[in-house]
């Protein structure tokens, strides 16, 4: 069984910073199958970061590109998202996934199949 468990959501101006954790546990999980998705209130679930197949290129989703960093800490198998220069569309609920070696695409919330609680941001204006 695989969990992925997320901290560090908060309330934040505009223009500051957060930095989100994600902690797997199970035994075949590796941080790099990890991403982040976000949802917004009356939105669609929303690609954010991710890494390609072998941890070594990162990915992000456009409205991200240039503010936000996707990082690991492979001995403790956990992903991190900074967030920084956040805006109050950033404000969501950001929530880390980890999808299975096989997966076609990296980022289709369609091919990740754990799911952490998810943490809140709020980016106020």
């Known amino acids: 069984q695989v969990q992925l468990v997320e901290s560090g959501g908060g309330v934040v101006q505009a223009g500051g910073s957060l930095r989100l954790s994600c902690a797997a546990s199970?035994?075949?999980?590796?941080?790099?199958?990890a991403g982040w998705f976000r949802q917004a209130p009356g939105k669609e679930r929303e690609f954010v970061a991710t890494?390609?197949?072998?941890?070594?290129?990162?990915y992000y989703g456009d409205s991200v590109k240039g503010r936000f960093t996707i990082s690991s800490d492979n001995a403790q198998n956990t992903v991190y998202l900074q967030m920084d220069r956040l805006k109050p569309e950033d404000t969501a609920v950001y929530y880390c996934?980890?999808?299975?070696?096989?997966?076609?695409?990296?980022?289709?919330?369609?091919?990740?199949?754990?799911w952490g609680q998810g943490t809140q941001v709020t980016v106020s204006s």
């Open positions: 996934a980890g999808r299975t070696p096989w997966s076609a695409n990296l980022d289709s919330q369609d091919d990740y199949i754990y």
């Open positions: 199970g035994r075949t999980f590796r941080w790099y199958l």
């Open positions: 890494f390609n197949w072998s941890g070594s290129t990162t």
